[in-house]
């Protein structure tokens, strides 16, 4: 049924390759914004391989912000889900603006989504982090070991940072937007935003680093 | 630390392959779930190409009707 709804983009030799790049992972290359801004009004007019498109451009971004705000990866992933869910559905919603990027619509989708799993059930951040559930084969054993270090000291480093603070330097890290951008989501004036970025990122750093010294996690 | 650094750390709370699959299969499903009629498939169709379209629908219309117990009994009594 996926092919068939608009037939006329599907069926193109281009829809044919698009589909096939998206299976074969060709869409992890980060689109520019125009591009993004014209997969968003094709998927408007129903095309789903656009919508497909967009989905993988953003789902790790997604996840990341999630993952950052959240305590586990089990709540990151209904919370990325869902937003993206809401993300595709809501696209006619969606206006286009030239001080803000589609990225940070798709990411304030995120944190609110977010938001509301913290209050109805209040989280304790996880204070180790945890171990990916699946190893990449593909990685070297001891690659795949300091990532894993790496990431317990970062959940650590974050379990450690008021919500706030959380939140903002996970969409700066994690989604990789700017303070503009942030200080519309999370309701603050830009000013602020650089402010907190500035200290946080000094803390965090600083923490991140004595944790990986002392090496305790693994 | 840099900004970048941390950037790149950053990374590495993305989301193992199983999870981001379990993600996509999910939210794929509940997109397709959620489509049009076929009516309004095959509206659109006939809009995407008036010729063919109207042809290939003419041909799922009747395979459907065919295929479908009031096709039997149609044929049956028209036997």
């Given at each position: ?72 990866n089990a709540e990151a992933e209904d919370v990325t889900q869902d937003a993206m869910l809401t993300v595709l559905t809501s696209l006619d919603s969606y206006s286009a603006r030239s001080d803000a990027r589609f990225a940070a619509w798709v990411t304030s989708i995120a944190l609110n989504t977010a938001r509301r799993r913290f209050r109805r059930r209040r989280p304790e951040l996880t204070a ?91 | ?79």
């Amino acid at each position: 049924m996926l092919a068939c709804g608009r037939l006329q983009p599907a069926w193109t030799l281009a829809g044919i390759f698009a589909a096939l790049s998206s299976r074969l992972g060709g869409d992890t290359e980060p689109l520019d914004e125009p591009s993004i801004q014209r997969l968003v009004e094709q998927a408007r007019s129903g095309d789903r391989i656009a919508a497909q498109r967009l989905y993988r451009q953003h789902v790790d971004r997604v996840f990341r912000v999630v993952r950052g705000v959240l305590r586990s990866n089990a709540e990151a992933e209904d919370v990325t889900q869902d937003a993206m869910l809401t993300v595709l559905t809501s696209l006619d919603s969606y206006s286009a603006r030239s001080d803000a990027r589609f990225a940070a619509w798709v990411t304030s989708i995120a944190l609110n989504t977010a938001r509301r799993r913290f209050r109805r059930r209040r989280p304790e951040l996880t204070a180790t982090g945890e171990l990916p559930d699946v190893v990449d084969e593909h990685a070297e054993p001891e690659g795949a070991v300091d990532t894993a270090r790496e990431r317990a000291a970062l959940l650590r480093a974050l379990a450690e940072l008021g919500p706030t603070e959380r939140e903002i330097v996970s969409l700066r890290y994690g989604a990789e937007i700017n303070a503009s951008e942030i200080a519309e989501i999370v309701k603050l004036e830009p000013t602020n935003v650089r402010k907190i970025l500035e200290r946080t990122r000094e803390r965090l750093g600083a923490r991140i680093e004595a944790l990986l010294k002392q090496g305790a996690f693994i | 630390m840099t900004d970048a650094e941390i950037t790149e750390l950053w990374v590495t709370l993305e989301p193992s392959p199983r999870e981001r699959a379990r993600i996509e299969n999910r939210v794929l499903e509940w997109v397709e779930a959620s489509e049009t009629s076929l009516v309004t498939e095959w509206l659109d169709l006939i809009k995407a190409n008036p010729i063919g379209g109207l042809g290939l629908v003419a041909a799922s219309a009747l395979s459907l009707l065919m295929l479908s117990p009031v096709g039997w009994i149609a044929s049956s009594i028209l036997r």
